[in-house]
């Protein structure tokens, strides 16, 4: 687990640029939307030393279509996509409006695909259960981005360095999912801190790799071996870490944070760009 003074450390070197940072959150349950535990409360510390954004474009594991779209409407709805949960989550309101006219500009800045506007979706548990605790306020805009599972991670790599250029525009974009995501795996003996051995083999191997800039690896993750089939049985969390590295050029540094394995087989380690 990397410390909030390392944190502070890290977003001093950031360079004095236009261009914002970007994230990776593993954002776990969605129980985290309302404690205020140490994965929280990161959240809540990384929008005190990163710039405040003009408006937020999530990758959300959680909005898994055929096809591309983006969030276009001015008050995106509150979606509680989940179930077996206590009441006080499903109370949760976060009332941040969208931004129909960013919306529209997205689909002319990629040339990869089509990216149809949506008025129908909102802001899934994916989104605002870590926004929430970032800018509590819900006075910035946010928009979300929806992962077509008909593209492979070349292609949805390929998307990330096309919306890039919103980085310029003082738009912080986040992918939100989990590098190591296998629920049917899941040991509650474990649900508050600790990891499988391939759990954890995994975590480092990913953090090894983005370290040492080996995208190609990432993106061909099948190829990682066994572990990483039971650390991705299905690809949706994944995929937000590879719009985060597809964003990521070769002169920014990583910062990892929230580096820690819970429930044996998920692992909450999130990654600052910039």
């Known amino acids: 687990m990397s410390t909030l003074s390392q944190l502070r450390a890290f977003t001093k070197r950031l360079p004095q640029t236009d261009l914002m940072p970007t994230l990776f959150i593993g954002h776990g349950s969605p129980m985290n939307g309302i404690e205020n535990n140490e994965f929280s409360k990161s959240w809540a510390d990384l929008a005190k030393y990163i710039p405040i954004p003009k408006a937020v474009l999530v990758v959300s594991a959680h909005w898994y279509t055929n096809g591309t779209f983006v969030t276009a409407m001015d008050f995106p709805s509150t979606i509680h996509d989940f179930g077996g949960f206590p009441q006080a989550l ?163 540094d990583v910062f990892f944070f929230n580096d820690k394995a819970v429930g044996g087989s998920l692992t909450m380690t999130s990654l600052l760009v910039g």
């Not at 002319?108 to 899934?124: A, E, Y």
């Not at 391939?198 to 983005?210: G, H, P, S, T, V």
């Not at 089939?229 to 590879?242: G, N, R, S, V």
């Open 90 to 252: 499903f109370d949760v309101q976060y009332p941040a409006p969208g931004n129909a006219k960013l919306a529209a500009e997205i689909p002319g800045m990629v040339h990869s695909t089509n990216i149809g506007l949506d008025h129908d979706w909102g802001l899934d548990h994916g989104t605002w259960t870590v926004i929430k605790h970032m800018y509590p306020e819900a006075t910035i805009p946010v928009l979300q981005i929806s992962i077509d599972y008909t593209k492979s991670p070349e292609q949805h790599y390929e998307i990330a360095n096309e919306i890039s250029a919103l980085r310029k525009k003082g738009i912080l974009i986040i992918g939100s999912g989990n590098m190591v995501h296998n629920l049917r795996m899941l040991s509650w003996e474990m649900i508050s801190g600790g990891g499988y051995d391939w759990a954890n083999e995994m975590n480092d191997k990913f953090k090894n790799l983005i370290v040492n800039g080996d995208h190609k690896s990432l993106i061909d993750y099948q190829n990682l071996g066994s572990e990483a089939m039971l650390a991705i049985p299905t690809p949706e969390h994944y995929l937000p870490l590879i719009y985060t590295l597809g964003m990521k050029n070769d002169k920014e």
